[in-house]
């Protein structure tokens, strides 16, 4: 069991063709992984969060229990380019995402998959905001 949120960067630094490979990676992610692993079941909740200059939530922990509406919200979603804040994604995700309200559970471990380019517009602030103190 655990909690995972992807946290995707659509800022400009990815351009369209590699946004296009990460939401085909997602989508086959949650066809072939996610679906081994029991989202059905409720024991592996999902959440999706993209990011540029601004934070954009798609779905919480707590929204989708089954795979399809997951691959209908990947398909949905758009590039938005902008610049590489990490560091408002990785925040929003710990006080947002990663709490009770939005789906996240006591005593289960916590998984966040952060694609991008690697690249943050405010390197320092990325690293204080991926420290789990």
């Given at each position: 069991m655990a909690d995972v949120v992807v946290v995707l960067d659509t800022s400009v630094s990815i351009g369209w063709s590699d946004f296009d490979h990460m939401r085909s990676f997602l989508s086959t992610l949650t066809n072939h992984v996610i679906n081994n692993l029991n989202l059905d079941s409720g024991r592996i909740?999902?959440?999706?969060?993209?990011?540029?200059?601004?934070?954009?939530?798609?779905?919480?922990?707590?929204?989708?229990?089954?795979?399809?509406?997951?691959?209908?919200?990947?398909?949905?979603?758009?590039?938005?380019?902008?610049?590489?804040?990490?560091?408002?994604?990785?925040?929003?995700?710990?006080?947002?995402?990663?709490?009770?309200l939005a789906g996240a559970?006591?005593?289960?471990?916590?998984?966040?998959?952060?694609?991008?380019?690697?690249?943050s517009s405010d390197p320092k602030a990325t690293k204080v905001r991926s420290s789990l103190q």
């Open positions: 909740p999902l959440g999706l969060v993209t990011y540029s200059t601004t934070v954009r939530p798609l779905f919480n922990l707590s929204l989708y229990t089954t795979v399809p509406p997951i691959q209908a919200a990947i398909a949905s979603f758009n590039y938005s380019s902008g610049a590489t804040n990490t560091a408002a994604a990785l925040g929003y995700v710990r006080s947002t995402m990663l709490t009770s559970r006591r005593h289960v471990p916590k998984i966040v998959v952060v694609l991008t380019d690697g690249k």
